[in-house]
Every structure is written in C-alpha cells, then in structure tokens.
T-cell receptor, first 113, second 119 residues
C-alpha cells in the first residue's frame, strides 16, 4: 500500500529565509507525487507535481521540489519565504491511474517577521 | 469552470440528526473523491467514484456514512445519524482520467470544504 510521511508537523522560519519541507513516500511502482498547500479555512491548492522526466520540478509561488528515487523523497523548497507562505503543506502520492491520492499528515509552516 | 463546488460551507447540527453534504465536480471530470480532514487523522479518503460508480468505499468509517453520485455533476455524502466525532472538514475533489497531450495532465482539484460540527 502506498503511504506518505511528512516528518515535520510544525516548522517556523523567518521571512526571507530558505525553506525545505520533507516528504518521504512508500510506493511499489513509479510514484506520481504532488505538493498541495492549504491556507486557513480554504481547500487544497496544487503547488506542483512530478510524473516523470526532470527530477527537479518547478511549481507556483516560487516553490520547487526534487524527486530522489534512491531516498524515496520529494522535498519541497523555496529560496526565500514570504509571510503569505504561512499555511499547511501536504505531500501526496498516487498510483498511475491517478485515482488513489494518499496524503501525508501535513506540515504547518509559520513565518516570523 | 468555477471549480469544485461544495455546499454548505459550514454546517452545525445536533447529534442524531441527518446531515447531507453536497458536491458539484468540475464539468468533464470522471473521478470524484470525498475526503475527511481532522486534526487527529489528517486527510482521509472516504470513497471515490468513477463515471458515477462507487469504486472504493473502504475508507467510509461506518454504516452511518453513505455516498451517492446520481449523475456526473452531483454527489452527496450523508451521515445518519450524526455523532460529535463526525465533526471535521469534508472535502470533495474531482479529476479526469483522460490523458492530456502529456501524461501527467491529470490532477485532483479540491473544493473549499464543508466544516461540519455535531454538537
């Protein structure tokens, strides 16, 4: 069965600092990986996704993620965090039919001024 | 398209009452998913449909929960009778299985959720 682990429940960074959110997955075949962001009281918005090809994926809002098969990881990064990035971030994996999206527990990001 | 539309946005009900949550997927999408989000358990897939047919309901917690999709543009999640532990945010999402020009065009689009409080 597929699963996703986000080791960090909470992360606090200063505005302007770099960010890396960790995600590890377990899946028997080639994974399809996603990062979603959820602002308070809102639904989930897709930041980026990886299906194949270049292992460094660019997303919206200046985010990127790198797929590392050897480490079963898909960490999310941003070079300089803005206060508006404060939200909860979810990593997810799905099978190749795209119909079994499994989420990690989420990482809540807080940004200090 | 207006995206996935859920109603109501907020629902407060008394224990024992029936609750019905509604979802309108994005037009043309053939997959529809119901998720529940709680602090304790995070995002859980409850059930999903393909072409209006329930495919996997193994995530439905109890017989008190039921979901229907009478047509391609509407789905309901019903809880009867409701209990305080059902309090959560319920999300509906939809996606398309049709291959785009590049494999990987598919993704799940989420509604804004229904916050259910059972008192």
């Amino acid at each position: 069965a597929q699963s996703v682990t986000q080791p960090d429940i909470h992360i606090t960074v200063s505005e302007g600092a770099s960010l890396e959110l960790r995600c590890n997955y377990s899946y028997g075949a080639t994974p399809y990986l996603f990062w979603y962001v959820q602002s308070p009281g809102q639904g989930l918005q897709l930041l980026l996704k990886y299906f194949s090809g270049d292992t460094l994926v660019q997303g919206i809002k200046g985010f990127e993620a790198e797929f590392k098969r050897s480490q079963s990881s898909f960490n999310l990064r941003k070079p300089s965090v803005h206060w508006s990035d404060a939200a909860e971030y979810f990593c997810a994996v799905t099978n190749n039919a795209g119909n079994m999206l499994t989420f990690g527990g989420g990482t809540r990001l807080m940004v200090k001024p | 398209d207006a995206g996935v539309i859920q109603s109501p946005r907020h629902e407060v009900t008394e224990m024992g009452q029936e609750v019905t949550l509604r979802c309108k997927p994005i037009s043309g999408h053939d997959y529809l998913f119901w998720y529940r989000q709680t602090m304790m358990r995070g995002l859980e897939l409850l059930i999903y449909f393909n072409n209006n047919v329930p495919i996997d309901d193994s995530g439905m917690p109890e017989d008190r929960f039921s979901a229907k999709m009478p047509n391609a543009s509407f789905s309901t999640l019903k809880i009867q009778p409701s209990e305080p532990r059902d309090s959560a945010v319920y999300f509906c999402a939809s996606s398309s299985s049709h291959w785009g020009q590049h494999w990987g065009d598919t993704e799940a689009f989420f509604g804004q959720g229904t916050r259910l409080t059972v008192v």
